[in-house]
Each structure stands twice: as C-alpha cells, then as structure tokens.
C-alpha cells in the first residue's frame, strides 16, 4: 500500500522572516498529518530548515544537486553537501532546470545517480511541453526521460526514488491538468516501470505537480495512480499548502 507525500518546491523564493513565519506553521500543523510531507527550499535556506524542522514531521530537501562529487565546479552543490544539512529529498530533472538550465536527459540521469549514492531520495520530474502534448507525443516523451534513469541505473533504483509528472504546460500556469489526463500519464509510467519490475512499480510514489490548489487537490489525489503531489505556487502560502497535504 502506497503511502501520499506533498512536497513543496519553493523555486528562488523566500527570506529569513518570510521562512521562519512559514517553516514553523507548517510544522505546528504537520503534528496530526498522515500523509509525509516536505519542503525544497533554496540552498541558502537549507540550514534555516533544518534548524526549525528538525524532530518534526516535515522533511526537507533542495531543488537541485551536482553531477558531480566534488572538485572545480563553480557554483554547484553536491550530494554530500546537501546530506551535512539531513536533506531528505532532491528535486533533479525540474522542467525549470531541463528549460532554462539545459540540463539534458543524460544530465539529470547522473544527478539521479549522484543523489541516490550519498543516500538522498531523488525526486525525479517528468513531464512534456504545450507542444508536445499537442503533438500527442506526451508518453514518447516521459517515457523517455524515464528511460535515461532505468538505463544508467537499473529499475531497481527507483525503489529508493520518488517520481513526479509535471506536465510543463500546467506549471505555475494556473492550467491544472485534469484528474483524468494526469492518471493517463500516471498509469503509463507505472506501467513502464511494472514492464520492468512489478513490485517497483506497485510501490513507487508518484507525485503530480502542475498548479495544484486546495480547491483541485482532492480530486487529482484521488486518482489511483496519483500519490501526492509537487507543489510550486501553493507551497510558498502556509494554509494553501497545508490545505493541500490535508486534501492527501
Ligand atoms: C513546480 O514548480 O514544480 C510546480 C508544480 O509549480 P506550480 O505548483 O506553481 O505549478
């Protein structure tokens, strides 16, 4: 039996006041929740989170990590450094950083990688563009991106990772996908994974991420391929975010 996680990404938001006021609500009100529950938090913010949510019942987890284990990097941040502040999680393969970063399929697949060896769980975001859909290539597409990890890693990875379907059209569009084009595509990755091993894909979480709100939380987690959700927009507001793991 799956269990339901929420995670929140907090994308490049945030100050210390702002954090503090959110870290600790959500915190305060995690106490009675039965669905798991974390944040991804900029790496400036990670000892912040730490501090306040330590012996709660929220984790927390960066957005992004390094390939690479350590050596001239300019800039990057790797897994070990992201286990000194006991980051549960690590978002790889964000839409974001595939769009804008030019982080290709190989890329995110050793970032994968990366994480999973310093004893992170790697979420792992899969989703097509507006176009894509609209050239009915959505399952070419995850399927894909989901393949690049299998390859490098073996199905059996995916048994210490959690997946998320962000279709990249509905991020931060207010355009949620539907309950029922978002189990679609759900059931086709389980069912790629289950072509591989069907006791990973009977136990994998995946989450859906795409301008979930409170008001369309409950019936998108309802699906039953749908194990929680990535939260963007709604996780930066306390009682938006909190609404959402409740609807969990
Ligand atoms: C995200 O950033 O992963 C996301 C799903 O954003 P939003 O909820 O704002 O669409």
Redesign the pocket.
Known sequence: MRTKLVAG?W?MHGNFGANLTLLTRIKEAATGFAPACAVCVPFPYLAQAQSVLAGSLVAWGAQDVSEHAQGAYTGEVSAAMLVEFACRYV?VG???RRALFGESDAVVAAKFAAALKAGLTPIL?VGETLAEREAGITGAVVTRQLDAVIANLGVAALQRAVL?Y?PVW?????R?ASPQQAQEVHALIRARVAGCAANVAQNVQILY?????ASNAQELFAMPDIDG???????LVAEDFLAICRAA
């Open positions: 990404n994308k978002l964000h839409s974001e975001c998320a962000e509905a991020i931060g569009t207010g949620t991420g795409g301008s979930v709100k959700g990535l939260i963007g927009g709604a996780s």
